[in-house]
């Protein structure tokens, strides 16, 4: 049997001796659903009677004070039964998730191309639409702020800049024998989940309303729903069955689309849905944030970093949104899996008249974890030495050179075990050898490969945040429903609190199943985000699990006469001494004995403490590693390159379901890629984002796969009390394709001799790696 799917009997304190539920690969819950078109989506929803429709009127300019708005025109438009603005919200206009410095509807001013001004209520969704682009409004231009340097250079940021400083990294880089300095350029992503932004708004009776909505973070929908119209948080039910993707594009931007459709709906009294285009969605939502870096630093003759300055400025866009954390996360990444003695942090979100940038997967850690990768391969260039030698010297080690710059000590570091593995089969040495002896004879297309680590911490920035709640339901013939506040957004985190929940309770998954999130059931829910769905939800559901097997095992010990302790559960059997029971006949018997069978769960993750102005303390529980081979093929003519071969090898700690897992690092390293090389934001002068729509924005598809993709899991254990011991896997393999990107550098390198660092930006998009190749020969002939 694979080892990857091979069952193993856990050592937490768990009562079924039999077959286990978790451990093993299981397929997603939903999959037939999605293969056979028929899994309910927010727009699948039946619509009630009298249902109307809406569409968002947009900006158009990037920064502007509104002197008119006209909409005689919208109103008179076919289908039209409303036009609604910001004088129509009854309470506060901010849907910022943080700072109130979002509005829900623009007054008076706007600040970006796309931002919403005002509302239009129709028939149908085409009504609706085509009537929102008649609104006629008059604006007198202000001065726009349209880059991350022209904020940094105005000093315009939505947040106070952040600093972390250990040692004296300016003595040690200026006493160093070897010093570099330079500035690095990555781009932004748009989320492009498969299901856009939705939300269908139903009045309920005695000032109630239920909505149904596309997102990452009930609660909050529901929080902003009630500030909004003024309300009690206890009127407003939010549900979410499922998403057709998020990756954090829907943890607070789908407030704005939620507060919409209920403030239509309330105010007319009847169910209103809101569903933008691809095109309007793109260019209203915010993406993953873009930074630039500038960096000093000091290293030896070995390549050992001695000393690291670097200067983080980052797109915030318009508002503050969720950009403070994200900073937060990128400075606490930046070290990545490397011992940074001296080291100095400046972060800086640069205030823009653009869209305002939100969570992306990742969180800022990509970005952060990006610049000391690229540090790196520059002093590797400098001293002469392969990148991957120079990455391993620079590791944390064990019980030495083990502490952060922020003050965590690294306790559970397996990322050299894990770098010995894939080196091997990978082939890492021979392969690059290969590369080389290609190179050689090779004038025009030229071969790379690299090989990058990932060192990834979980939890959320903010230690209230890392808490959950579950309800579990035993029905009387032996069934069981579960509720947590977590949303399943296909990463199948239902199939894996339900997998939990069947293993504490004996029984067979079949009998569990999982109920839409809904927030008149698990009340005060933290985002499904951070990677933190499985740890904090599974733990919640495996707590009133817990309990109620408790129960069950109190009632099975009193019937058959013997000590609580003897009892078991496993196979849908409860043995007790001679008893031997069927799961449903024992919860049938116990319904009739009042034994209560629903119980609720909670957790708090533990060890956690965070000083936000310090920047100092235990922001993550513990770290996930990684570490991803790839082999490139780039026309240095054209810009065109292929991934020939990818080597993932991924700590998950002990999986939970190792078939999901490895769907989550394949689709993460996918995904990574595409931002690092295809999917590149761009704005016209005047502030327009002019790829926002499929026809002028790249994501991978199939064909850039590579035909070799060795994805496996490494075989570890977590040393903290997880979810069964594993690790979360959302985010952390987002950082593997790092290789990627710097093997098409070490492919670009080649035109000089690997002696000149290619200035390669983020996205490596043909032009990019054009631009690179043409600069190496440059340099090149300068050098004759």
């Known amino acids: 049997m694979n080892k990857q799917t091979e069952p193993f009997l856990l050592d937490e304190s768990v009562a079924t001796e039999a077959a286990p539920q978790v451990g093993i690969s299981r397929p997603h819950e939903s999959a037939h659903l999605h293969v056979a078109g028929t899994a309910t989506y927010t727009d699948d929803i039946p619509e009630l009677a009298g249902t109307l429709h809406a569409a968002l009127g947009m900006s158009a300019r990037a920064h502007a004070r509104i002197r008119s708005i006209s909409l005689d025109k919208v109103r008179a438009a076919r289908g039209v039964v409303a036009v609604l603005t910001a004088d129509d919200i009854p309470a506060v206009n901010d849907c910022g998730p943080i700072i109130h410095d979002d509005p829900i509807l623009a007054r008076e001013v706007v600040q970006f191309i796309g931002q919403p001004v005002f509302l239009v209520v129709a028939s149908s969704h085409d009504a609706a639409r085509r009537a929102a682009r008649l609104g006629e409004i008059e604006y007198e231009d202000l001065p726009p702020v349209l880059s991350p340097e022209a904020a940094h250079a105005a000093g315009s940021y939505v947040l106070p800049p952040m600093h972390l400083t250990r040692g004296e990294p300016a003595a040690r880089i200026g006493a160093a024998a070897h010093r570099d300095s330079g500035h690095i350029r990555l781009g932004g992503q748009e989320q492009f989940y498969l299901e856009g932004q939705i939300s269908y708004a139903v009045p309920k009776e005695n000032d109630g309303m239920h909505v149904w909505c596309s997102t990452q973070h009930p609660t909050e929908m529901q929080h902003a729903v009630a500030h909004m119209l003024g309300w009690h948080v206890h009127q407003v039910q939010v549900e979410c069955r499922r998403m057709g993707g998020g990756f954090g594009g829907k943890e607070s931007q789908s407030a704005l689309f939620a507060c919409c459709a209920a403030l239509a709906a309330w105010k007319l009294l009847c169910p209103v849905k809101l569903r933008p285009d691809r095109d309007d969605d793109m260019m209203i939502t915010g993406k993953r944030h873009d930074f630039v870096f500038d960096y000093q630093a000091g290293h030896d003759a070995e390549g050992r970093l001695e000393g690291v300055q670097v200067e983080m400025v980052s797109r915030a866009g318009f508002s503050a949104d969720l950009s403070g954390p994200v900073m937060t996360r990128a400075i606490c990444h930046f070290d990545n899996a490397y011992w940074l003695p001296d080291v100095q942090i400046d972060g800086y979100c640069g205030k823009t008249n653009t869209q305002s940038n939100t969570a992306f997967r990742g969180f800022g850690g990509p970005q952060g974890a990006f610049a000391i990768e690229y540090i790196l391969d520059n002093v590797a260039r400098a001293v002469g030495r392969d990148a991957f030698d120079v990455r391993r010297a620079n590791l944390y080690g064990k019980g030495e050179r083990n502490v952060t710059p922020y003050g965590q000590t690294v306790e559970d570091n397996v990322i050299h075990e894990l770098l010995d593995e894939l080196e091997a089969s990978s082939e890492y040495r ?355």
């Open 430 to 784: 021979a392969r690059r050898a290969a590369t080389r002896a290609f190179n050689a004879a090779s004038p025009v297309l030229k071969k790379g490969i690299a090989i990058t680590p990932v060192k990834f911490g979980i939890s959320f920035n903010v230690a209230h945040f890392n808490q959950a709640g579950a309800l579990v339901h035993v029905y009387n013939d032996g069934s069981v429903l579960v509720n947590h506040g977590g949303t399943e957004m296909g990463q199948g985190l239902n199939t894996k609190v339900a997998m939990v929940v069947a293993h504490e309770l004996g029984i067979r998954l079949e009998r569990v199943r999982c109920s839409a999130t809904d927030t008149s059931k698990v009340a005060n829910t933290s985002a499904t985000a951070a990677s933190t769905g499985a740890d904090l939800n599974g733990k919640a559901a495996q707590d009133a699990a817990r309990q109620i097997r408790e129960r069950l095992a109190a009632f099975a010990a009193r019937k058959a006469g013997v000590d609580v302790s003897e009892v078991r559960f496993g196979d849908d059997l409860v043995v007790a001494g001679e008893l031997r029971q069927p799961f449903d006949e024992l919860a049938r018997e116990a319904y009739v004995a009042r034994v209560q069978l629903w119980s609720d769960g909670f957790y708090t993750t533990p060890k956690l403490h965070w000083d936000q102005s310090k920047l100092q303390g235990r922001p993550f529980y513990y770290f996930a590693y990684g570490a991803a081979c790839s082999e490139v093929l780039v026309d240095t003519l054209t810009g065109e390159w292929r991934l020939l071969r990818a080597d993932v090898l991924h700590d998950a700690g002990r999986s939970l379901n190792p078939a999901l897992d490895i769907g989550q690092v394949e689709g993460a390293f996918i995904q990574g890629m595409g931002w690092l090389t295809t999917e590149e934001l761009w704005w016209n002068q005047n502030g327009k984002l002019m790829t926002h729509a499929p026809s002028t924005y790249k994501i991978p598809t199939v064909n850039d796969c590579p035909e070799t993709f060795n994805v496996r899991l490494f075989q570890n254990r977590n040393v903290e009390d997880s979810i069964h011991r594993s690790k979360a896997v959302g985010e952390p393999p987002l950082l593997l394709p790092f290789s990627v990107f710097f093997a098409i550098r070490d492919a670009v390198a080649a035109l000089g001799d690997y002696r000149i660092n290619p200035p390669l930006t983020a996205p490596a998009t043909g032009e990019a790696i054009l631009d690179a190749a043409d600069a190496v020969r440059e340099a090149v002939a300068a050098q004759e």
